[in-house]
């Protein structure tokens, strides 16, 4: 079991890698507007993901169909939330955009699990939660307090953040349910995030354009298609079907981090000790989560499609 979860963690922090490059990679396509690059990078991205999942999905139609609002709700998160990150982040810069986006998403995660499956937080979700948002609450005051002059624009971005937030809780949790409720995983993901993918295809034909006007924005949107999309959420669903939804969003809290840093590192924007500050407090939030003790729980049977029976954690972490 220990074994398990080291994986979980493991390919949930991964993803958090390649999560973190998106905001640094679309800077290199700077006649895509947010909305393009959000629609492509998750459109596409989430098609391939139902593409690869066809003789899953075949084989749990029936069980989908069951549960069709929770695919439905799942899929309109998925939908919603690239077109608020990549906003948030044009707007507040990819340091801050990012940061709010993802440490809001564990706060809304457990609030899900607490008032909609009335599942009890344990004390180490709760403090690697409040650790994590304290961390992202000073990197948001060294953005604000180094540039005061767009603290409007910021502001309208940190709104589109909590947005972000709570819509990536959402299809986690949905499809976290989704495998709970015996669907397999590449059913789960395959079903939620291929109906989303179809949700932004018409964005992505009125606003995409310009990531075929020129080689280098072609590029950018195949790599945010195929790797931190396609790839990522690969092992994002590995992770999911191991672990709680608000155990897996809150290790994603590393994902602004890594984006603060390669904001400052390639793109060029500046973060001051404060902000600096507030990464390490992050980092902490990420070794209290990895370290604490397993708390009591639920293991429900799941089925993959091919493969064995397994079991997914359903409760605290």
């Not at 998750?42 to 391939?48: A, E, K, R, V």
């Not at 899953?56 to 029936?62: E, I, T, V």
């Not at 809150?250 to 990464?279: K, N, Q, Y």
Request: proline letters at 5%.
């Amino acid at each position: 079991m220990r074994r398990e979860r080291a994986l979980a963690i493991g390919a949930i922090s991964l993803t958090s890698i390649l999560w973190g490059t998106t905001g640094t990679a679309a800077t290199f396509a700077p006649t895509a507007g947010p909305l393009a690059i959000g629609a492509a990078a998750l459109g596409i991205g989430g098609i391939l993901q139902a593409l690869i999942a066809l003789p899953a999905l075949r084989a749990g139609r029936m069980q989908l169909r069951a549960n069709l609002p929770l695919i439905v709700l799942g899929a309109m998160a998925v939908a919603i939330y690239p077109l608020a990150f990549y906003s948030s982040m044009h707007l507040a810069g990819v340091a801050l955009g990012s940061v709010i986006s993802l440490a809001s998403a564990p706060l809304a995660s457990g609030l899900l699990e607490r008032f909609v499956q009335r599942v009890a937080l344990s004390r180490w979700w709760m403090l690697a939660a409040g650790l994590g948002l304290t961390g992202s609450l000073i990197l948001c005051l060294s953005k604000t307090s180094h540039d005061p002059a767009g603290a409007g624009a910021s502001l309208i971005g940190i709104g589109l953040g909590l947005v972000a937030g709570a819509t990536y809780a959402t299809y986690s949790w949905c499809a976290q349910q989704l495998m709970g409720r015996g669907v397999s995983r590449a059913a789960s993901m395959g079903a939620v995030f291929g109906t989303g993918g179809i949700l932004l295809l018409p964005v992505l034909f009125f606003t995409g354009a310009p990531l075929i006007a020129s080689p280098q924005a072609f590029s950018v949107a195949a790599y945010m298609a195929l790797v931190p999309m396609f790839l990522g959420y690969l092992l994002f669903g590995y992770g999911l079907a191991r672990l709680s939804a608000s155990t897996a969003t809150t290790i994603t809290l590393s994902e602004p981090a890594i984006a603060a840093v390669l904001a400052v590192v390639i793109v060029g924007e500046r973060l001051s000790g404060m902000g600096w500050t507030g990464l390490g407090i992050i980092a902490a939030a990420l070794a209290v989560l990895a370290f604490a003790p397993t708390n009591t729980g639920t293991l429900v049977p799941i089925t993959d499609s091919p493969g064995p029976t397994r079991r997914v954690w359903v409760g605290t972490r």
